[in-house]
């Protein structure tokens, strides 16, 4: 499995701006997807997640009312729509594929993208 995010970019501070995730291969709709990010020096962390059909979602507390997570089996493609950016949301964000159907937290992920770089500054 191969993970490839794109989206990444310059946003204004309460901007917006959608990240995408595709994957290669057939099991991306068997499996729950994340999204995590890693300022520079600091440990990666945990944004949000999505269960294998899409219904259920999870999110970290600093993101809950700002960003939406949603996939789309049909093209592989995981999405994270992130509204009203702020400056602590500059990092480097990446996708995973769970180990599992459905997230959570003390699972894990198997595969990782290589990232895309968010940074929020006017």
């Known amino acids: 499995v191969q993970l490839v995010e794109s989206g990444g970019g310059l946003v204004e501070p309460g901007g917006s701006t959608r990240l995408s995730c595709t994957a290669s291969?057939?099991?991306?709709?068997?499996?729950?997807m994340g999204w995590f990010r890693q300022v520079s020096g600091k440990e990666r962390e945990f944004v949000a997640a999505?269960?294998?059909?899409?219904?259920?979602?999870y999110y970290e507390d600093f993101v809950k009312g700002r960003f939406t997570i949603s996939r789309d089996n049909a093209k592989n493609t995981a999405y994270l729509q992130m509204n009203s950016l702020l400056s602590e949301d500059t990092a480097v964000y990446y996708c995973?594929?769970?180990?599992?159907?459905?997230?959570?937290?003390?699972?894990?992920?198997?595969?990782w993208g290589k990232g895309t770089l968010v940074t929020v500054s006017s």
């Open positions: 995973a594929k769970d180990l599992s159907a459905f997230y959570t937290s003390d699972g894990g992920m198997d595969y």
């Open positions: 999505i269960g294998w059909s899409g219904v259920n979602t």
């Open positions: 291969g057939r099991t991306f709709s068997n499996y729950a």
